[in-house]
């Protein structure tokens, strides 16, 4: 009884969670005389496929839109906000968790806050200095204000992480006559890589999902990147092509839910530290 | 060559040195924005010129006397308040299913972790389509199961469509709630579970008496950052409605990028989005609180 009851609850849950991603599959594979039968008849049965599926939705997504385009945009967007987030974060998060003693925590604190700071609070603000700086409707004005929300997670993210790093390599090190500098530069980097592989999904998973900062900058359809191109200009007029959209929508979902489940432990445990620690 | 190896060896220089360079990128593009669109709300900037006046309070005049934004207001408190009560609600019951063991478990926290992967816009653009007023499935279902009569349009009706943003924020946070609730319960010691069910204390009892009291902090955490999630969000109400029907369902972020953004008037998008600030106050005054007990706790 106490079995029935729980197998209820999980199948709820997952059913209520993952209904829009069946959603996404079956439309982006139906048929149109298939898709567009409209609700109120009956007979018609829309949570299966009454026609063989097809293709048709995949081809054009991939062959008669920007899409393609949009992956590549939204790929080099990643990388050069992976790059700079590492550059600017890991030493950060080195500082804060090894060198910066009692402040560091209070220092940390202070950065991790500032991701508190919602997009839709600075876009206006960040309006204005895009176009000083010439850089509307590029991607620069993304890859420059993404590690702005990159930054300040990933610091703390890695302040953590070597937290649980114990010292002894690095105190051994310097028994070795290493210099302090000679460990950060020889010995860190080692000890450091699953955090900043962590930090790289994070940066990852972050500029795939942005809207808010690429809806303000970016207006040419060829320039933008997936989470803004595929519900803003896939649209044409007023004609949704629901096929295509939700195809789009499903292929950018399964890389990120891939990596979501497993890395997902790690970001929540970035996202407690402050509340279950000790 | 000595004075290098001093240099080379000295912790507050080369903490300092590598601490800068993000101090400086959160200072300059962080904090400065930050006062920056505090300033821009009093002033009558807009996306056209360079031109910068001093308006005074008169944006704020301007909004305080809209009927649009104060209604704007009402909605982004209404879908905070009300997709935070559902996560609360969905999270403590789906971390008790996830924490047991099962067949499928496994896939079930893949798929539970779906809405949490995907990006919002993408998320947003296939429940517009889940409630488009011709096709939508959920029609179906419920005329086919005989609970409906007429007709819902989901998005055309104002109470409807605010109804269906909330839906949309408690899928979207919940999933990461849960987690974060079951990382919780994974911290309880065993022992004072163990204790309680030698006293002969129930499920309900063990819930209600002791996980949800010591899990009280971290669930303070889920929820605040589900507020600030959800109070900032742009991307759900702007992909569901556009703030429609007639202006009915904006709230504060798809205003102020409307009358800011779209509308070029700079420093009344600033005002409007000046009214997130209380939400996030309140949030960041809580997280304090919450560091420094468990900060008191630990020790």
Redesign the interface.
């Known amino acids: 009884m106490k079995r029935v009851a729980l197998y209820l609850a999980a199948l709820g849950f997952t059913v209520f969670a993952g209904f829009p991603f069946y959603w996404m599959l079956i439309t982006a594979f139906k048929r149109n005389s298939d898709l567009y039968v409209g609700a109120s008849v009956t007979s018609h049965i829309p949570w299966i496929f009454n026609e063989p599926p097809t293709l048709e939705h995949v081809k054009l997504l991939l062959g008669q839109t920007d899409f393609p385009r949009w992956v590549l945009n939204t790929l080099l967007v990643v990388v050069a906000v992976v790059v700079i987030t590492v550059a600017v974060a890991v030493p950060a998060g080195y500082s804060l968790a090894r060198l910066a003693g009692r402040w560091g925590e209070r220092l940390g604190m202070g950065i991790f806050f500032t991701y508190l700071i919602p997009p839709t609070l600075l876009f206006v603000p960040f309006a204005r200095l895009v176009s000083l700086l010439g850089l509307q409707d590029s991607l620069g004005a993304l890859i420059l204000i993404y590690p702005t929300m990159t930054i300040p997670f990933c610091t703390w993210l890695v302040m953590g992480f070597l937290r649980s790093v114990p010292w002894e390599i690095e105190e051994q090190a310097m028994i070795d006559g290493y210099s302090r500098l000679g460990v950060i530069l020889r010995v860190a980097p080692r000890l450091i890589v699953p955090g900043i592989l962590t930090v790289v999904v994070f940066t990852f998973t972050l500029v795939l999902q942005e809207f808010v900062y690429a809806l303000t900058f970016i207006s040419s359809v060829g320039r933008m990147t997936v989470s803004l191109g595929v519900p803003i200009a896939l649209v044409r007029g007023d004609v949704y092509h629901w096929g295509a959209l939700m195809a789009a929508a499903l292929f950018t979902s399964i890389p990120l839910a891939i990596v979501y489940n497993a890395f997902m432990d790690r970001f929540i445990h970035g996202f407690t530290m402050g509340a279950v620690k000790g | 060559m000595t004075g290098r ?1 001093t240099l ?5 220089v ?3 040195a ?2 800068a ?3 400086a ?2 200072t300059v ?3 400065v ?2 006062v ?2 505090i300033v ?1 709300s009093f002033s009558d ?1 807009t ?1 056209g010129s ?1 031109h910068f006046g001093w308006a005074g309070l008169r944006n704020y005049a301007a909004i305080l006397g809209d009927p649009i934004f104060l209604r704007a207001l009402r909605n982004s408190a209404v879908v905070t308040v009300g997709s935070q009560v559902l996560v609360v609600i ?1 999270a403590t ?2 971390a ?3 924490r ?1 063991t ?1 067949r ?2 496994r ?21 517009t ?2 409630f488009d007023s ?4 959920i ?3 419920l ?2 199961a005989g609970l409906l009569h007429g ?1 819902l349009y989901w998005l055309g009706d104002p109470a409807l469509a605010l109804f269906a943003i909330i839906i949309v924020q408690a ?1 979207r946070i919940f ?1 990461f709630a849960t ?2 609730v079951l ?2 319960l994974a ?1 309880i010691p065993q022992e004072i579970v163990e204790a309680a069910i030698v006293d002969g204390a129930g499920f309900w009892r063990r819930l209600f008496r002791i996980e949800l009291p010591l899990l009280l ?2 669930f ?2 889920a929820v605040l ?1 589900g507020v ?1 999630y959800t109070a ?4 759900v109400v ?2 569901l409605t556009g703030g429609g029907p007639a202006n009915t369902t904006h709230v ?2 798809t205003l ?2 409307q009358r ?2 779209l509308g070029a008037d ?1 420093g009344q ?2 005002a409007i ?2 009214f ?2 209380p939400f ?1 106050i309140v ?2 005054v809580a ?2 609180r ?2 420094r007990r ?1 900060e008191v ?3």
């Open positions: 190896r080379a060896d000295r912790e507050d080369l903490g300092a590598m601490l360079p993000a101090l990128y959160v593009l962080v904090g924005p930050f920056f669109a821009l900037a996306a360079l969905l019951a789906a008790q299913v996830f047991a099962f499928g478990k896939f079930a926290r893949f798929v539970l972790l779906l809405p949490w992967a995907v990006p919002v816009s993408l998320a947003a653009i296939a429940w389509w889940i011709t096709f939508s499935v029609n179906w279902t005329k086919a007709w899928w999933p987690l974060i990382a919780g911290s902090p971290i303070a955490v950052f600030v900032t969000d742009l991307g702007y992909i504060l972020p102020a990028f800011g953004i700079l998008g600033a989005a000046v997130l600030l996030l949030v960041a997280m304090l919450l560091a468990a706790g630990a020790r």
